[in-house]
């Protein structure tokens, strides 16, 4: 079966952190989560607990601030488009 994204994910390693922080509003507790794999138009991400995960929310990588929707998810695990 052949994929057909847009930007060629990789997987963090090196330099890269794989752990990043999911912040949905002001008002609500920020998420710790870990990165599957990245590329420069999203993300798959592991997300612990059983608080719901937001359609839309900031993500917190490496110092980096991106603005993130829900794509698709199976289980705790999603993916998110940049």
């Not at 949905?24 to 991400?45: F, N, R, Y």
């Not at 059983?50 to 794509?71: D, E, M, Q």
Request: glycine share 10%; charged share 20%.
């Amino acid at each position: 079966m052949q994929e057909s994204r847009r930007f060629h994910r990789i997987r963090p390693a090196g330099l890269v952190p794989k752990t990043a922080t999911i912040f949905a509003d002001l008002k609500s507790p920020a998420t710790a989560c870990t990165v599957v794999d990245i590329s420069a138009g999203g993300a798959c991400l592991d997300v612990p607990g059983a608080a719901p995960i937001p359609r839309s929310f900031t993500l917190n990588h490496g110092g980096v601030k991106k603005c993130c929707y829900l794509v698709w998810q199976k289980g705790r695990r999603i993916g998110v488009a940049f």
